[in-house]
């Protein structure tokens, strides 16, 4: 096990280097540059020599990368063009709200498409079954960013239910620790303030919570209609068991394993941040600003923050191999 | 009476667009208290179905209907509510599988997988269930049992795992066992052991044993009493010696003539059965069997054939039977039941391909999903 971890976590080291390569030719390679976006239509030749020079970006494509790579060992990503600001407390600063959007997205997503998926098998050809299925491809099929548009509309703005935007009401002057706002309110007891930061996530976490529902959905219902199928289920039915046993133990657990699957890609790309969502709900996270960076030809920001995803990545989908092994013996790692 | 008395047992499988499929067509036969009773015909003649409807674990579909009487110990087992059913499986009636490893669950311990037998019907939790579990596998000729409890079915040979199922199926002392094809999917070896095992336990406890087969080896070597199906129907009933020393029903012959043997002469063929299950009458047409059979009359066609019984307890669904040595044809019969058949269905195999016999046995259904 601890093997296992070791070696998945050096095999990052080449993963991240191929990476960097990647975007560094692919960055470079976009049309302009952070003097186009500083300077606008207006500059002279003369003013965008000056700001490539200021940035290093005169010099030979080589040496900087080779500048990037002595900074990335020393943990450094620079600072970003645009604020101005080191690129480690941009991310650290936002990551943490798309961090609290993803796990509220993905705790709706698990908690109700794993109970739905399950009962549209169990009621397969049956209205249920019929609605959660159909219900499934318009959840695939709507636009995130028109699904949160509606959502704030009728819950926010008529209803008044929810907080249309932000992570937070700034009036409450929550105290900081963390940058993850609920997890701050428990820490410091600021109870209101944690639930405030709660309420703000609802509606954006139930717009993008919609994709990976209904992938959920689906994968759990064939899941489950496959394992419902299988010679061990009838075992369990023979010897008397209950049908909650039957159910638990033998179809769910079983049924699961597609789905743990599902679940950790769908964590790992709402992880990469969610630009509409958040521009619609004006809640700060990395999607917006990332969006906004590629705009800006920021360099470092992109740089850093797509390194650090990319490793983010990576470890959940390390978690998930290793869940994978304690659900089902026969993937033990070694 | 019988312990278990199944009477005129009928599965249909109605399929909108589609003809009535009957898998099982009017199966009678009983089961003494410690009886080993052997249910024997080619793939496909409703061995399997009989089972599990008798088990009640047929899986529920629309178009499902299941007929007849069941009677075990004086309850109709067909008629009884999920709950009382799930009740008496597993403790008063247990099953066995045919393949060991699909049968047993992955994901859960063999431990777990017994003792949650025990933990259902006989109470038992924690050390105390453990303790069972371990003595149950012992009894099944499981070496080093408590290490096994721990142990996962894919660690498990494909012997110790069918060893497995039958502690699951023993553990409360069930007084009906029935087992499909328990030996199917076991190299011969360990087919031979775990027919003595399942022998020796059956012996010692009492058991009753319904051995559902194809093997004729399997039959000879420990039924009492042998049932002969075909399409869907007992075509003869008779303990174990007079069924092997003089077949009556041309299809029980042919079966015990297509038997290799090691005595035969080299480059001795094989002596199959003319054509396959799929050339069948339905029986209100007729003997089922009639398209294949060597002793075909006229009397074959046109409706199905009385189930004569004869002075020596046997009995056969035959017009025109192999004849026994010294005995003019008709004059053995003590009665007859006249074979009666429901028109406007079709026996499963008649129906090519398409529904399967069981659904329950059949691959799962491919489900098109796109994520």
């Not at chain 2, 499986?89 to 393949?99: C, L, P, S």
């Not at chain 2, 099944?140 to 894919?154: A, F, M, Q, S, T």
Request: aromatic share 6%.
């Amino acid at each position: 096990m601890f093997r296992f971890i070791v070696r998945r976590l050096l095999q990052l080291i080449p993963t991240l280097f191929g990476l960097s390569i990647l975007l560094f030719i692919w960055l470079r390679r976009l049309p302009g540059g952070p003097e186009t976006a500083i300077l606008g239509e207006r500059g002279t030749p003369e003013m965008r020599a000056a700001i490539r020079r200021n940035l290093g970006l005169d010099e030979p494509i080589l040496i900087q990368y080779g500048r990037f790579v002595r900074r990335m060992i020393r943990l450094d990503l620079g600072t970003s063009i645009s604020t101005k600001r080191e690129v480690t407390t941009e991310f650290l600063q936002r990551f943490p709200g798309t961090v609290e959007l993803t796990i509220t997205a993905m705790v709706i997503a698990v908690g109700i498409g794993i109970p739905l998926g399950y009962l549209a098998a169990r009621r397969r050809g049956r209205f249920l079954d019929h609605a959660s299925v159909g219900g499934s491809l318009i959840g695939i099929c709507i636009p995130v960013f028109f699904l949160a548009y509606i959502l704030k509309a009728i819950f926010s703005e008529n209803l008044g239910w929810f907080p249309s935007s932000g992570r937070q009401d700034p009036t409450i002057g929550a105290t900081r620790i963390t940058n993850f706002f609920v997890l701050d309110g428990l820490m410091t007891r600021e109870w209101d303030a944690a639930a405030d930061a709660l309420m703000h996530l609802v509606l954006p976490a139930l717009a993008l919570a919609s994709i990976p529902l209904a992938i959920i959905v689906r994968i759990t219902r064939a899941s489950v209609l496959e394992v419902l199928n299988e010679d061990f289920v009838r075992t369990a039915e023979a010897k008397g068991l209950t049908e909650n046993v039957v159910r638990r133990r033998h179809v769910l657990r079983n049924a699961m394993l597609p789905v743990v699957t599902s679940i950790g890609l769908l964590t790992g790309g709402l992880l990469s941040g969610a630009v509409l969502t958040e521009t619609v709900f004006a809640f700060s996270g990395i999607g917006a600003f990332l969006a906004d960076s590629i705009n800006q030809r920021d360099y470092p920001v992109l740089m850093g923050f797509i390194m650090i995803i990319a490793v983010v990545y990576v470890l959940v989908n390390l978690i998930v191999d290793l869940s994978y092994s304690l659900i089902d013996p026969r993937v033990r790692v070694r | 009476m019988a312990l278990l008395d199944v009477e005129d047992l009928s599965v249909t499988f109605a399929r909108r667009g589609q003809r009535t499929v009957r898998a099982v067509d009017g199966v009678s036969f009983s089961v003494e208290a410690g009886e080993v009773v052997g249910l024997v015909g080619e793939s496909g003649c409703g061995k399997s179905v009989t089972s599990l409807a008798i088990m009640g674990l047929l899986p529920k579909q629309p178009g499902l209907q299941v007929a007849g009487k069941a009677v075990f110990d004086g309850t109709d087992l067909l008629q009884l509510d999920d709950r009382s059913r799930r009740d008496i499986r597993g403790r008063d009636v247990a099953m066995i599988f045919q393949d060991p490893l699909s049968s047993l669950n992955p994901v859960v311990p063999i431990g777990l997988q017994v003792t949650e037998v025990l933990t259902r019907h006989r109470g038992m939790k924690g050390e105390a269930a453990a303790k069972e579990a371990a003595q149950l596998l012992d009894r099944v000729g499981i070496p080093d049992p408590r290490r096994r409890l721990k142990e996962y079915p894919h660690q498990l040979s494909g012997g110790m795992r069918q060893r497995a199922l039958i502690a699951m199926a023993v553990a409360c002392q069930p007084r009906l066992l029935i087992a499909d094809e328990p030996t199917t999917a076991l190299d011969v070896t360990i087919q031979a052991q775990i027919l003595e095992l399942l022998k020796d336990l059956v012996r010692d406890s009492g058991t009753a044993l319904v051995m559902i087969t194809h093997d004729l080896g399997v039959v000879a070597g420990m039924c009492d009493t042998i049932n002969v199906l075909y399409g869907g129907r007992v075509v003869e009933t008779a303990r174990r010696r007079p069924l092997f020393r003089q077949p009556r029903h041309p299809y029980t012959v042919g079966l015990l003539g297509s038997v290799p043997r090691l005595d035969a002469g080299r480059g001795e063929r094989l002596n199959p059965i003319p054509g396959s299950v799929r050339d069948l009458l339905p029986w209100p047409d007729g003997c089922a069997f009639a398209p294949r059979c060597d002793r075909r009359v006229d009397a074959c066609v046109g409706e199905p054939p009385d189930l004569v019984l004869t002075h020596d307890g046997r009995s056969y669904r035959c017009v025109n039977p192999a004849p026994l040595p010294g005995l003019t044809p008709g004059a053995e019969a003590r009665e007859t039941r006249p074979g009666q058949a429901t028109p406007g269905s079709v026996p499963a195999q008649a129906v090519p391909d398409d529904p399967p016999a069981a659904p329950g046995l059949a691959a799962a259904p491919s489900e098109e999903e796109t994520p």
